[in-house]
């Protein structure tokens, strides 16, 4: 019944929130997550970034490329 469409959005909705903020990638935030930026995340995940970089670099200029 009406309740039962009720709590369906609810759920609905609350899922779109869990997802939105702590999953989804935003490009306005680098691609990280809300969350990811709130709790201060955000530089551990640049840095890991920069560092895969580097080495991917490092790789590919010692095979020559």
Same mark, same amino acid.
């Given at each position: 019944? /009406? +309740? +039962?469409? $009720? ?7 609350? @899922? ?7 999953? #989804?990638?935003? $490009? ?8 990811? /930026?709130? $709790?201060? /995340?955000? #530089? ?5 970034? +920069? ?10 200029? $010692?095979?020559? @490329?």
């Amino acid at each position: 019944g /009406k +309740d +039962d469409v $009720s709590r369906f959005f609810q759920l609905y909705v609350g @899922n779109f929130i869990e997802y939105y903020n702590n999953k #989804r990638l935003h $490009s306005s935030l680098g691609y990280t997550t809300p969350l990811s /930026k709130l $709790s201060g /995340k955000e #530089r551990l995940i640049f840095k890991a970034r +920069d560092l895969k970089l580097e080495a991917a670099v490092q790789i590919e200029s $010692s095979l020559g @490329n």
